[in-house]
């Protein structure tokens, strides 16, 4: 459940600060199976791990999508018990892709819910620069607005503990757009040519049943070529 690098280390309250819940929610989706239990340690205080927060994640993504929490039991049981919380966050970015895209405007408070975190002027500044927040009205930090792309806020909050420079994950932003445009055109053009003599309502229907499963195919294909990239690139340099 937990990654081997990061051992479960945060407390009840710390993890549902770090998911942006109340300590009574956690505690609720535990007590409906949602929710591995804590690893117990000194003084019978259980401590909970990256994995916790990637299931609360989810489970969170889930409810958004208007799934019950009948449902949200069904499908995590389908899971594999050994996921990772990179697994997760995948899976999470999976359903998450089910959902029209959703900008809100929020106070600076609710921004900070969301995120899990508080953030520094810095922080949404870097937040701004990745696109996932766009600051309105509002001088002071009580009075200000943002206007927050609810997809790309959770990504651009990880990315901020990210050591990599602000250029980098720009770059790394261009590049990712320009390629998924590129697969996207190829696929839809693939899809038409496979429906052009079809009724309008089968179109519709493969089209909802298509999304979700390109975007997982995608996300899966990725993560293995940048995992092959990666490890040649390693290998390389202690070869060196």
Known sequence: ???????????????AARAGLTVRTVRF??????LPPPVIGPRRVGHYGPGHVARLALIEELQRQGMTLAAIERYLG???PDLTPHDLAIHRAVVASWAPDLVETVSRRELERRAGRPLAPEDIERLAAMSAVVPGDGDGDEEATFRVDSGLLRLGVQLLDVP????????ARKVLIEH???AAHELAQLFRDEVAERD?????SLSAH????VVQALLTTFQRSLREELSEW???????
């Open 1 to 15: 459940m937990t990654s081997e690098a990061e051992e479960p280390t945060l407390t009840i309250d710390e993890l």
């Open 29 to 34: 989706y535990s007590s409906k199976g949602l």
């Open 78 to 80: 389908q899971l594999p």
């Open 164 to 171: 990599l420079s602000q250029d980098a994950i720009l770059a």
């Open 180 to 182: 998924s445009r590129a």
């Open 200 to 204: 309008a309502r089968d179109v519709k």
């Open 210 to 213: 298509m999304h979700p499963l």
């Open 234 to 240: 390693l290998s390389g340099s202690r070869a060196g």
